[in-house]
């Protein structure tokens, strides 16, 4: 590689680069930066007298590394990327180029659980403090995070589940010890800044992958420790457009269960999708009855619509609790047979 005399800041190689892929190309990038960078990058551009011939195979050269190795982190992590650019380039080389992706592009904490077996994972943290248990589970994927928390004793998943739904930010000092522990050959990859994570549609989505057992024994926990707590996340659990998932039986029970003027202002504002599969489960005259009592009904007030929304999947849910109709989700006890 050639070597350039003074190093260049990272606005300067950015816009070195962009000088190098020409202005159609540069053009696209500038597509997905914000205003500010977008004025911040045409000003250093702009600074740029003349991209001699060494800076330019520089900043290619960087860029084409950085490209490799955030492709071979997606396909299995920074591990399996360090491994593969120390057999391109060399170990000295290799460090450096992911020392540069993950200062500069801010690789997710945790990315090697995210490519492990969630077994393993498992037997990493099932030892570990609930909140730590959280805070892992929390940057992963809502699957394999939902398989976790299946495996974990019953008196614990409440509480970890509250803690996901609870968390807030957690500082990078503490984040990047807990990372140590778990994967001590992973580069740390956190800024300055305090990391958003957790929260309850966190908790929502880790809760609606596992199995229903564990979601009731989750939630009836949650009713007697922090009852607002776990209405908030009964709401989110299912919402009114996810009625497309339910067989055609069930939704026939949905349809004989809740109050016809709910459904009507609820598939008011709906969409196509929900529309034609409640009207697929209803009689052709009821549809034609349906359809024009809708139209006469004139522009109505959102919050009626979400109103009669709501008190629709309360009834789905209490439906599915008791045992009538079955909501597809996570874990093994969805099978009909």
């Known amino acids: 590689m050639a070597k350039v005399k003074g190093a260049l800041t990272g606005k300067q190689k ?11 190309v540069s053009a696209q990038v500038y597509k997905h930066l914000t205003e500010d960078e977008i004025e911040k990058m045409s000003l250093e551009i702009s600074s740029v007298k003349r991209v001699d011939a060494d800076q330019k195979e520089v900043v290619l050269d960087q860029f084409h590394q950085l490209a490799l190795a955030q492709d071979y ?7 399996y990327a360090k491994t593969v650019l ?3 380039f060399g170990k000295q080389e290799a460090s450096e180029i992911i020392n540069r992706l993950t200062s500069s592009l801010q690789v997710r ?7 492990a077996d969630p077994k393993q994972v498992l037997s990493f943290i099932q030892g570990e403090h609930p909140q730590t248990i959280a805070l892992v ?6 699957e394999q995070a939902g398989l976790i928390l299946s495996e974990l004793p019953q008196d614990m998943q409440a509480d970890v589940a509250r803690r996901i739904a609870t968390m807030d930010s957690t500082s990078p000092e503490i984040i990047s010890q807990v990372e140590q522990v778990l994967e001590r050959n992973i580069a740390s990859s956190l800024t300055g800044d305090y990391t958003k994570t957790g929260g309850i549609q966190a908790v929502v989505e880790v809760l609606n992958e596992v199995d229903r057992s564990t979601e009731r024994t989750i939630l009836d926990t949650l009713e007697i420790q922090d009852p607002e707590l776990s209405e908030e996340i009964k709401k989110r659990m299912f919402v009114f457009d996810d009625i497309v998932i339910l067989d055609n039986r069930a939704i026939q029970r949905v349809i004989r269960e809740v109050e016809n003027d709910d459904l009507k202002l609820a598939l008011k504002v709906a969409s196509e999708e929900v529309k034609d599969v409640v009207f697929k489960n209803m009689s052709q005259r ?19 619509v979400e109103e009669a929304q709501m008190r629709i999947v309360t009834s789905i849910r209490r439906l599915e609790d008791i045992g009538e109709i079955v909501i597809a989700r996570g874990g093994g006890d969805d099978i009909i047979v």
Do not use: C, H, W
């Open 73 to 79: 982190i997606s396909q299995g992590g920074i591990g």
């Open 109 to 115: 904490p945790f990315d090697f659980a995210r490519n």
């Open 14 to 24: 950015a816009a070195i680069l962009l000088i190098s892929l020409g202005p159609d």
């Open 286 to 304: 009821m549809v034609e009855t349906f359809k024009e009592e809708m139209e006469y009904m004139g522009p109505v007030r959102l919050r009626d």
């Open 86 to 88: 120390e057999k391109a």
């Open 137 to 142: 589970l929390s940057y992963l994927d809502s």
